[in-house]
């Protein structure tokens, strides 16, 4: 199985500052033939399921704010929110479809200063 | 709008079986891979289990297969999840959820999700 491994567990940033989120893969998620990395990033509030918010490594989720984007290359992945708000309060979790035993890393839990 | 009522989720015993069903509703239901994804009482996110927009192609992660089977009846725009043997490491909140992309023979990602069904595993 592809391994998904996120860091930092947990992040403490003030109202309106960036949080950065990495998840490193263990296997490249780059398929070559069509250039797409598959890694997808959800945002999962308490009591809530989780809510994606980017797909195919950058591409923004229908409604999802444009402080939210996604970066990467074959096994190095970064969610970053650029100006953190309230409402961002949440665990974050990357997800790899490269493989179909689909596989999630251990999550991120964004809290405000 | 898309809407996913997973229901059948319930307390059993080790070994027991149970089945888990999801009602879709807002979109057109057989043009989407779906899957099942659990999560353990103050845990993360596992996949469990997927299947194609046809119901011809059926995935399992390690830990079910053989165990669990996933089926989809298009007529009734439902999903299932049968589960046998169950164990205790099998309990958590089971989510259905559909996939993003239209038409593709796997699942990829999850753009909408059900409230999740509890299923505990308990003597």
């Known amino acids: 199985d592809i391994v998904m491994t996120q860091s930092p567990d947990s992040l403490v940033v003030s109202l309106g500052e960036r949080a950065t989120i990495n998840c490193k893969s263990s296997?490249?998620?780059?398929?070559?033939?069509?250039?797409?990395?598959?890694l997808a990033w959800y945002q999962q509030k308490p009591g809530q399921p989780p809510k994606l918010l980017i797909y195919?490594?950058?591409t923004r989720a229908s409604g999802v704010p444009d402080r939210f984007s996604g970066s990467g290359s074959e096994t190095d992945f970064t969610l970053t929110i650029s100006s953190l708000q309230a409402e961002d309060v949440a665990v974050y979790y990357c997800q790899q479809y490269k493989s179909n035993t689909y596989t999630f890393g251990g999550g991120t839990k964004v809290e405000i200063k | 709008e898309v809407e996913l009522l997973d229901s059948g989720g319930d307390l059993v015993q080790p070994g027991g079986s149970l089945r888990l069903s999801c009602a879709a509703s807002?979109?057109?239901?057989?043009?989407?891979?779906m899957s099942w994804v659990r999560q353990a009482p103050g845990k993360g996110l596992e996949w469990v289990s997927g299947?194609?927009?046809?119901?011809?192609?059926?995935y399992y992660a390690d830990s079910v297969k053989g165990r669990f089977t996933i089926s989809r009846d298009n007529s009734q725009n439902t999903l299932y999840l049968e589960m046998n043997s169950l164990r205790a490491e099998d309990t958590g909140v089971y989510y259905c959820a559909k996939d993003f992309a239209q038409g593709e023979i796997r699942p990829f990602s999850f753009d909408s999700w059900g409230q999740g069904t509890l299923v505990t595993v308990s003597s």
């Open positions: 296997h490249s998620l780059l398929y070559r033939s069509n250039n797409k990395r598959y």
């Open positions: 807002g979109f057109i239901f057989n043009n989407y891979a």
């Open positions: 299947i194609s927009a046809s119901g011809g192609s059926t």
């Open positions: 195919w490594a950058s």
